[in-house]
């Protein structure tokens, strides 16, 4: 992994992360695994390890936490705090994203939990994003809970007692099941015209965003500036509740508007009464994989 990052100019995986402050982790790692075919393909659970290994080894692992955090904030909520529309469920995206140290999420999970709720009690501004880790928001949350050059504080995974009693809401994912799914007509015609806008290489298809693309019941975008890879929202139904969540490598959106390809696979929620279905199984439903906490209890 770190001669991967050598060849691409960086003396390690952590030097190429700070190189590219503010770019979300999964970007950072299509780009690391860009010289692909040369060697062994790398897992993304690596390039997390090594890099918060590599952070750990020069005593940054806090400053890596809170970095993996602004990428999040930045890939979800760039608009803004409380800015755009779904700022609920980016929210939990943010935090159910949030990038640990693969072996250590029972131990530091507790500990992200914490600054997750005190940057929510901290009340940002409607319009903020932090920059990087040095963001005084950021900063102000992680002093509070993990204060700068201490060791991770030892928590226990229930939350705390909070004297506001305000209700968190901690991911419980439960297990979903693979269907194969038939391509409604009009989302058929959304990604004909996705297509038809991909071949005129229109902005709306090479700058990453999760909602330049648009019709009545889909929103979706390019993955990363320039990409192949689009993930979409899809509402089946009118109820608002109800929605698919996947990503197309520009070929199958190809193959989709020319009727090649009809159904996609997707990993349904299994709750009665929800029709919610996602690209991957690891993937929380927003409804049915969360739970509200009362804190105090
Ligand atoms: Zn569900």
Redesign the pocket.
Known sequence: MRDRAKSLGFPDVLALANAHPGIPFGQLFRYLRQPESRDAPIAYAQFQAVYFEEAEQRGLLRDAIADTLVRRLRQHLRGGWNQGRRVRERKAEVRGGWELPPSRVSELGPIADRIWDTVNELNPPDDWCPEDFNDPIIQEAFARVWPSGTPPPKLAPSPRPNPNFTPTRQSRPKPKDRQKVPLPEDLVAFLGEVRTMIERGDEETTIQSDDLLQCERAYGGVTEEGGDYFSFTYFPDDSKRNKWHFTLHRSDIEMIADEALTEISLWA?Q?PG?G?KFHSKDET?F??DYEDVEDGR
């Open positions: 929620c709750t929800c919610c439903c409804y049915c």
